[in-house]
């Protein structure tokens, strides 16, 4: 068989192991740095960009399910979240936004954000409102803004594994 048939294989199982790599890395190693870098994030939106939606739903299923794992909300809640988000980036990196780190740096923010909403939400209906103003200052706004600062160490690999393993069509090998 053809390199150029096993290409898209190869490259959704070398993103899918960076999606498990940063699991580990974040779930072991960067659990206790508050506020939260939440390195899923911007692996997800850099392979979302590139992948565009459908394969970026799956992505983002395989995400959020290991964030799911490592997390105290109720079980699915951000796989079903990652999934939509990352759904939402694919299509709009597909007919809004140009593929550029801007446009993926604010992409990571807003999904941070939109991330953060579901845990404030989780808290709400856990412990109500005492501490909430404070916990969004002091936590939830300074992780989303972290975590799109790490956008680019997950772009630049992501857009190479996309450029060397990519079989579009009309493209040359």
């Known amino acids: 068989m ?12 070398i993103l899918t192991l960076l999606i498990l790599l940063t699991s580990v890395l974040q779930n ?3 659990g206790a740095v508050k506020p939260g870098i ?3 994030i911007p692996l997800t939106v850099g392979i979302s960009i590139y992948e565009r939606e459908f394969a970026a739903f799956f992505f983002g299923i395989l995400s959020g399910a290991l964030w799911d ?3 105290p909300a109720p079980d699915g809640i ?3 979240c990652f999934a939509l988000l990352a759904f939402a980036c694919g299509m709009l990196a597909k007919r809004v936004f140009r593929n550029t780190l801007a446009s993926a740096v604010l ?3 807003l999904f941070a954000s939109s991330v953060n909403l579901v845990a404030v939400v989780y808290d709400l209906i856990q412990g109500g409102f005492s501490g909430l103003l404070p916990g969004i200052l002091r936590f939830y706004l300074p992780s989303a803004l972290l975590t799109a600062l790490f956008e680019p160490l997950f772009y630049f690999p992501v857009r190479a594994v996309e450029h060397l393993l990519h079989t579009g069509v009309g493209t040359p090998d």
């Not at 053809?2 to 199982?13: A, E, T, V, W």
């Open 69 to 71: 794992l490592a997390s």
């Open 38 to 40: 939440l390195l899923l």
């Open 2 to 13: 053809k390199l150029q048939n096993k290409r898209p294989f190869i490259r959704r199982l």
């Open 78 to 80: 951000y796989a079903l």
């Open 107 to 109: 992409l990571c923010f």
């Open 28 to 30: 072991v190693f960067l």
